[in-house]
């Protein structure tokens, strides 16, 4: 299939498997006829790539003679691609996202890896007619939870290590990182053997490295799914509504607003938070920098975040609404709190999920310090939410990240500060609603947020979006938008 040199590389690893023992050899030998094909469908060529993919985790993780694995994958367990759901939307908005997503830079030496999720068909193909008719060097890597998880329990650690290395092969060539996953998953993965998993991220640290510290440019997207959607008591249909119109914000003008607020983030000291739930957490924001995120990286933007001093943070956070971990993709957490001394966390608890909560807190030692300040700007998002990518994006919130701290000295072509110096395995954000809580923002003792609320008039569009603009400046759905009055 002559799409891009990484899949010849696939074909021929498949082929090196055929010298050995192995249950797969007839699925081996079709996956194999089809890849030499002309394939005429796009679909059928994301189709014969999982199977690929597929067959090649499984004789990397060592199970090619098991048994039982067998029987689990010739069991109609798994879907193909065909089977695969898109998002209940428009092609003209589905394309519109995929524009959003792809980040290949013409005329530069790129290599594009496309991680895609489960039931995002429409998008994900979207994306890959634009690397293909731009002549793009590209991979693509499907995401697979459930498969994963179960391929992993089953392996010893020395398949484990054959995981990691082909892992760490995919990704040596990469530059720019295209993320198209789902929200919530529609059937929750099991548990990881923890061992397992802690060494599969050991061996793999360097890729999350790389990511960090900007040496690979990322855009993700993760779209609402139905589980979201349950999860969240918001009917699918308004769901997916309010996500597109996320992506679709004045970004010029808030863009500028985000500017005049990190000049004086940068010039301040320190930061304090509030609100009605008891939260009152206070930090060093001394010598960082903040960064500006509008939709460069995460789709739908925006934010602006940095990190606190590590040893700086003390207090206490009172995170209400639902949390989906990031180690446990499903699991439900309800209601955090936390309280700081010196930088780290001396004591935590959850009304649903305490279990959940402590996998996450106690995964390292960097886990229970925060690497990452955030406040989210998305003016149209104005209620907590599950989503891990939507929910610190909303406007009259701030998030703090458990973990990893980002390396990068550049965001989007301007210079940073954002390294604390804490290192962990996970990077979770967790974000506390100001808006509708009475919430404050204060910097260096001055109050710059009320209730949620920017004071400073020059980022009224980080309060009220498109609202902020005169009418004949906002696009047609919204110029008779009741903001004000809305359901969701």
């Known amino acids: 299939m002559d799409i891009s040199p990484a899949f010849q590389y696939r074909a021929d690893h498949l082929r090196s498997f055929l010298q050995g023992d192995t249950l797969y050899r007839d699925l081996i030998e079709r996956t194999l006829d089809v890849l030499r094909c002309e394939i005429e469908f796009l679909d059928d060529a994301l189709n014969i790539l999982l199977e690929a993919q597929r067959l090649q985790m499984i004789h990397d993780a060592g199970l090619q003679q098991n048994g039982g694995f067998f029987a689990y994958y010739t069991s109609q367990a798994l879907g193909g691609w065909h089977q695969q759901k898109s998002p209940p939307v428009s092609q003209e908005l589905v394309d519109s996202l995929a524009a959003k997503i792809y980040n290949m830079r013409s005329g530069e030496p790129d290599y594009g890896l496309l991680q895609i999720g489960e039931n995002v068909r429409s998008v994900a193909e979207s994306i890959v007619r634009r690397l293909i008719e731009n002549g793009d060097r590209f991979d693509i890597l499907f995401s697979e939870p459930v498969f994963q998880a179960c391929l992993m329990n089953e392996a010893d650690p020395e398949g484990i290590k054959t995981l990691a290395e082909r892992y760490l092969q995919v990704w040596a060539p990469v530059t720019r990182r295209m993320l198209v996953v789902p929200g919530m998953p529609s059937i929750v993965p099991p548990d990881i053997d923890e061992s397992k998993e802690t060494l599969y ?44 119109e996320m992506c679709d914000q004045p970004w010029d003008a808030i863009d500028k607003a985000h500017r005049q607020l990190i000049a004086k983030l940068d010039a301040g000291k320190q930061l304090r938070f509030t ?188 309060n009220h979006g498109w609202a902020a603009l005169p009418r004949e400046s906002r696009p047609e759905y919204w110029q008779n938008y009741d903001f004000a009055n809305r359901t969701y």
């Open 201 to 244: 991220k050991e061996l793999t640290r360097s890729v999350r490295e790389r990511v960090s510290s900007g040496e690979i440019h990322f855009t993700l997207t993760c779209i609402p799914t139905e589980a979201d959607a349950h999860f969240d008591g918001i009917p699918y249909e308004a769901y997916l509504k309010l996500y597109f």
């Open 275 to 462: 609100n009605a739930d008891g939260t009152d957490l206070s930090m060093s924001i001394d010598g960082m920098t903040f960064a500006n995120s509008l939709i460069a990286r995460n789709v739908p933007g925006s934010e602006v975040f940095s990190a606190p001093v590590k040893n700086s943070v003390n207090g206490r956070i009172v995170a209400k609404g639902v949390f989906s971990p990031t180690k446990s993709e499903g699991k439900r957490i309800e209601n955090i709190f936390f309280r700081f001394q010196d930088g780290k966390i001396i004591e935590y608890k959850a009304d649903v999920g305490q279990d959940a909560l402590r996998n996450m807190i106690e995964t390292d030692e960097g886990s229970c310090y925060l690497g990452e300040i955030g406040i989210g700007t998305n003016p149209h998002l104005k209620r907590h939410v599950a989503n891990g990518l939507l929910v610190e994006k909303i406007g009259g919130s701030f998030h703090v990240a458990l973990g990893a701290a980002y390396t990068m000295t550049e965001y989007v072509g301007q210079k940073v500060r954002l390294d604390n110096g804490n290192r962990s395995l996970i990077h979770w954000d967790i974000t506390t609603m100001l808006y509708g809580k009475q919430g404050c923002i204060y910097l260096d003792g001055e109050k710059i947020m009320e209730d949620g609320i920017f004071l400073d008039p020059a980022l009224e569009v980080l």
